[in-house]
Nanobody, 117 residues
Framework: QVQLVESGGGLVQAGGSLGLSCKVSGSTFRVDRMGWHRQAPGKEIELVASISGSGNTNYADSVRGRFTISRDNVKNTVYLQMNSLKPEDTAVYYC???????????WGQGTQVTVSS
């Protein structure tokens, strides 16, 4: 059974930094695209950043230049380094993993990020 376990959320002041990580376990197939989404209270879930198996990255306009997504294919882990955090970055952050061999999209349980002003 494929599981995604996130860690690294918490409370930080505006202008500060946080790092998130998400480890994928239980997959016998290669993990292809990985990414991070977030959902703020009362808002729809939105894509924050994604990274392909070959390392191509994509960012939401709101985080480009402040957040960096990376991955370790040996560890099946995706990271999100968040710098210059703003109160509007406050949300529950979810990692996701797409495994093309099974055509299945897996999600983590979410981790809270709160940025105080």
């Amino acid at each position: 059974q494929v599981q995604l376990v996130e860690s690294g959320g918490g409370l930080v002041q505006a202008g500060g930094s946080l790092g998130l990580s998400c480890k994928v376990s239980g997959s016998t197939f290669r993990v292809d695209r990985m990414g991070w989404h977030r959902q703020a209270p009362g808002k729809e879930i939105e894509l924050v950043a994604s990274i392909s198996g070959s390392g191509n990255t994509n960012y939401a306009d709101s985080v480009r230049g402040r957040f960096t997504i990376s991955r370790d294919n040996v560890k099946n882990t995706v990271y999100l380094q968040m710098n210059s955090l703003k109160p509007e970055d406050t949300a529950v952050y979810y990692c996701d993993a797409w495994i093309a061999a099974t055509s299945f999209h897996h999600w983590g349980q979410g981790t809270q990020v709160t940025v105080s002003s």
